[in-house]
């Protein structure tokens, strides 16, 4: 069935510093791939979205790139911020069938001042 | 103000008690999915409803029912609740089930004891 792998957290960075968090899927479709945010006592939140390979998403500074060859959705932002201290989830949902997305397990950012 | 509500926030439960607890949307999407978060395994969906009517079962449903009998509410029932059914609930809808943007709601808090 459908998978997603994320790199294990905490990953701890100082205000200022580049994020990188690793996304891997296996998907027997073609799937489009999300990344969510969590911030601390709330629900999920869509923070960006990829629908076919080679697109890009992005928003609030940060940034995803559909790699179809390396089945990779990467999450990157050039300079965090303490205000981005959250949990991310990567997430690829089918175009057929149930469509519900499948989630990666979670991956908690701590961005230090 | 649209959006998903959830009821209880949190809710502390004895074990072989019964509960339901409320999902309602207002924003007229068709499919609504609830989802369990646990540490370590991200979120996985429990039951999903493409539209009013209709239910099918996701990747957890043991020990939960849901029944989708207008647009705008989803509830979710533990007919008699487990100490592993401790878990954070998350509603979420979409405006269909081929239109993969979820939105989700504040999520319950539910400890069976």
């Known amino acids: 069935g459908d998978s997603v792998t994320q790199m294990e957290g905490p990953v701890t960075l100082s205000e200022e510093a580049f994020l990188t968090i690793n996304c891997t899927y296996t998907a027997t479709g073609y799937p489009s791939l999300f990344w969510y945010v969590q911030y601390p006592g709330e629900g999920l939140q869509l923070l960006l979205k990829?629908?076919?390979?080679?697109d890009k998403g992005s928003n609030k500074g940060f940034e995803a790139t559909y790699r179809k060859e390396t089945t990779s959705f990467h999450l990157e932002k050039g300079s965090v911020q303490v205000s981005d201290s959250a949990v991310y989830f990567c997430a690829l949902s089918e175009r057929t069938g149930r469509r519900a997305l499948t989630f990666g397990s979670g991956t908690r950012l701590q961005v230090q001042p | 103000i649209a959006g998903i509500t959830q009821a209880p926030t949190s809710q502390i439960l004895a074990a072989g008690r019964r509960m339901t607890l409320r999902c309602t949307q207002d924003m007229r999407h068709n499919a609504m999915y609830w989802y369990r978060q646990d540490l370590g395994l991200g979120l996985r969906l429990i039951h999903y409803?493409?539209?009013?009517?209709?239910?099918g079962k996701g990747e957890v449903p043991d020990g939960y029912s849901v029944s989708r009998a207008n647009t705008d509410d989803f509830p979710l029932t533990l007919a008699s609740a487990v100490p592993s059914q401790t878990s954070v609930y998350f509603c979420?809808?979409?405006?269909?089930?081929?239109?993969?943007?979820?939105?989700f709601g504040p999520g319950t808090r539910l400890t069976v004891l």
């Open positions: 979420a809808s979409s405006l269909t089930s081929s239109y993969n943007e979820q939105f």
């Open positions: 409803s493409n539209t009013a009517g209709t239910t």
């Open positions: 990829a629908t076919k390979a080679d």
